[in-house]
């Protein structure tokens, strides 16, 4: 297993938030998130995220190797943010990383709801990424 993480990459996956119509002034302005509208990568100013670039590009190569359109999620920096394994993760096996998710509206409520479009993208850029893009 040692042998392969020098040419490994970490996609952690979760889900991620979709720009709200009630709450859009907790949004960065040029990154609002749709549902229905494909996998969400996910990026923090304060590493709550584990995206770094060649990750990003990786998993954006992946997806468009099955005609997935990619979304970007920017948590504004001033704000408390939530966090994915993928940090953690990441600063263990000091791999190239990138945080995906599937956009959702109301994200730790009981009304959650996300888009059943969402799926199939995601788990078309999935088998991708696992196929090597």
């Given at each position: ?19 709200h119509p009630n709450y859009t002034d ?9 549902l229905g509208a494909g996998p969400v ?42 966090s994915t394994i993928g940090p953690l ?45």
């Amino acid at each position: 297993m040692q042998a392969s993480l020098p040419s490994s990459m970490l996609l952690s996956a979760d889900m991620a938030h979709a720009t709200h119509p009630n709450y859009t002034d907790r949004h960065e302005p040029s990154h609002w998130v749709e549902l229905g509208a494909g996998p969400v990568i996910k990026h923090n100013t304060n590493v709550r995220y584990a995206t770094d670039s060649r990750g990003a590009a990786a998993f954006r190569a992946a997806a468009s190797s099955v005609e997935v359109a990619v979304q970007d999620y920017s948590h504004r920096g001033d704000l408390p943010c939530g966090s994915t394994i993928g940090p953690l993760a990441a600063a263990g096996l000091a791999l190239d990383t990138v945080d995906v998710g599937a956009p959702q509206l109301s994200m730790h409520s009981i009304r959650e709801l996300m888009a059943v479009h969402d799926v199939e993208p995601m788990v078309r850029s999935f088998g991708a990424w696992l196929a090597g893009g």
